[in-house]
Every structure is written in structure tokens, then in C-alpha cells.
């Protein structure tokens, strides 16, 4: 079984930052994919960003946070950060993560890839 866990979220006032951190955890070979997602209130959940593991990591995040917010992961410590800085109104929401990790398949050699979310935290930005 895998989970994840975040934290750092908070009330912040606009211009502040805040780093979240997702932290995996469980029995896994590796991880995939991990992302960071927000859901505001009356709003649908949308990617803020997404680390996918290759020779080097590949990270991409949308246009309302490139330049302010960095994605960045930890392969020892199986933990993903969100650094947001220059935050705005707008950011506040709940924010998620999400990861893929290939996982072994109990009495059998095969793996299986399971998706799993964070429970989320909250991040308030206001002054």
C-alpha cells in the first residue's frame, strides 16, 4: 500500500511564499509521476504541475504559475516540493498531489502502476 502526505500549507499574505511538501511513503519499485494539483472554492481541481521521471526529471507547470512556483522532488527522501513565491489571491485553494508509482504485485514478479492523491492542504492568501 502507498500514500502521501502533505504539509506546509497556510495563510499567507499576498507578495508571501510557502513551500508544500508531498512526502510518499508505502512499498513501491518507483515513482513515475508526481503532481501538484489546486481546487479553489467553486472551482474544478486544475494541474499546477507535474514532475515525470526519466534520465532526468522533466517538470512542467501551467502559465498562471510559471515564473512564481518550482516543482522539485527528492528521489531519497521520495518527497516532491512545491516552492510559491510571489503569491496571489487567486492561489488560494486546496492543493493536492498526485502520484503514479509502479508497485509489485503480491506472489507474482509483475508490478502493477497505482494512482494515488494526497488528502491536500489548504493555502489562504490574504491580507
Known amino acids: 500500500q502507498v500514500q502521501l502526505v502533505e504539509s506546509g500549507g497556510g495563510l499567507v499574505q499576498p507578495g508571501g511564499s510557502l513551500r508544500l511538501s508531498c512526502a510518499a511513503s508505502?512499498?513501491?519499485?518507483?515513482?513515475?509521476?508526481m503532481g501538484w494539483y489546486r481546487q479553489a472554492p467553486g472551482k474544478e481541481r486544475e494541474l499546477v504541475g507535474h514532475?515525470?521521471?526519466?534520465?532526468?526529471?522533466?517538470?512542467n507547470s501551467t502559465d498562471s504559475v510559471r515564473g512564481r512556483f518550482t516543482i522539485s522532488r527528492d528521489n531519497v527522501k521520495n518527497t516532491m516540493y512545491l516552492q510559491m513565491n510571489r503569491l496571489e489571491p487567486d492561489d488560494t485553494a486546496v492543493y493536492y498531489c498526485?502520484?503514479?508509482?509502479?508497485?509489485?504485485?503480491?506472489?507474482?514478479?509483475?508490478?502493477?502502476?497505482?494512482?494515488?492523491w494526497g488528502q491536500g492542504t489548504l493555502v489562504t492568501v490574504s491580507s
Open positions: 498526485k502520484a503514479a508509482f509502479r508497485t509489485p504485485v503480491a506472489g507474482t514478479p509483475s508490478h502493477r502502476v497505482v494512482e494515488v
Open positions: 514532475i515525470i521521471t526519466g534520465n532526468s526529471d522533466s517538470t
Open positions: 508505502g512499498t513501491f519499485y518507483n515513482i513515475i509521476y
